[in-house]
């Protein structure tokens, strides 16, 4: 079985901490993804990355970035985090980019006060 | 860009009833499609997926869902609901827009299902 894991399951910070959000896959999958989500919007990509070293900006980038030191971490990271990056992270691996079945992590609720 | 519209926020139906969820997408060119669940205080995971071949996809636990070509649909549908099945539904589609497979998700659906 494919297992994505999420160093925090719950996380509380305050307005303009660096914020470090873990990523990690044990499939030696190609692709990861950061998405947020927030109730009526659904899923939103922040970022991805087809390999290591590489990303690639998603739809919502802005206050976000990004680093994939090796195949199977992919980490989030909020330079300086605001009230309205409140919200559910979900990372999500996939084999390759054709065929791209996700597989998510349980998700980190960020709570930013 | 691809969008993809579930028609239904919420959707409350009582046990053992039959129960559509809708999905449309935008994309007219070849396109793969998924449906995934999302389980109270979990991750999302996939529940079925259309690649190529049969327009008719299952699941192991009873839905199953038509790719309709000409109405760029994708409906999830199961006969008989289980409480058990009341959970946040998510539909998927990803084609070759700019040369990636990235794909884009709807806002959900809410299955709600009651005693």
């Known amino acids: 079985d494919v297992k994505v894991t999420q160093s925090s399951r719950y996380l509380v910070k305050r307005t303009g901490e660096k914020v470090f959000l873990e990523c990690v896959q044990d499939?030696?999958?190609?692709?990861m993804f950061w998405y947020r989500q927030d109730p009526g919007l659904g899923l939103r990509l922040i970022y991805f990355?087809?390999?290591?070293?590489?990303?690639e900006k998603g739809d919502i980038p802005e206050g976000y970035s990004v680093s994939r030191e090796k195949k199977e971490r992919f980490s989030l990271i909020l330079e300086s985090a605001s009230t309205n990056q409140t919200s559910m992270y979900l990372c999500?691996?996939?084999?390759?980019?054709?065929?791209?079945?996700?597989?998510f992590g349980p998700g980190t609720r960020l709570t930013v006060l | 860009a691809q969008s993809v519209t579930q028609l239904d926020s919420q959707v409350p139906v009582f046990e053992e009833a039959p129960v559509e969820l809708r999905c449309n997408y935008s994309?007219?060119?070849?396109?793969?499609l998924f449906w995934y669940v999302q389980y109270p205080n979990q991750g999302l995971q996939l529940l079925l997926k259309?690649?190529?071949?049969?327009?008719l996809v299952e699941s192991i636990n009873g839905f199953e869902a038509e790719f309709n070509k000409s109405q760029t649909s994708f409906h999830l549908r199961k006969p008989s609901v289980h409480i058990s099945d009341t959970a946040e539904y998510f539909c998927?589609?990803?084609?070759?827009?700019?040369?990636?497979?990235?794909?884009?998700f709807g806002r959900g659906t809410s299955l709600i299902v009651h005693p």
């Open positions: 259309y690649l190529s071949g049969s327009t």
């Open positions: 499939m030696d999958h190609e692709n």
């Open positions: 998927a589609v990803s084609d070759q827009s700019g040369g990636s497979y990235i794909p884009t």
């Open positions: 990355s087809y390999d290591v070293k590489m990303k």
């Open positions: 999500a691996s996939s084999l390759t980019a054709r065929n791209n079945e996700q597989f």
């Open positions: 994309s007219s060119v070849s396109v793969y």
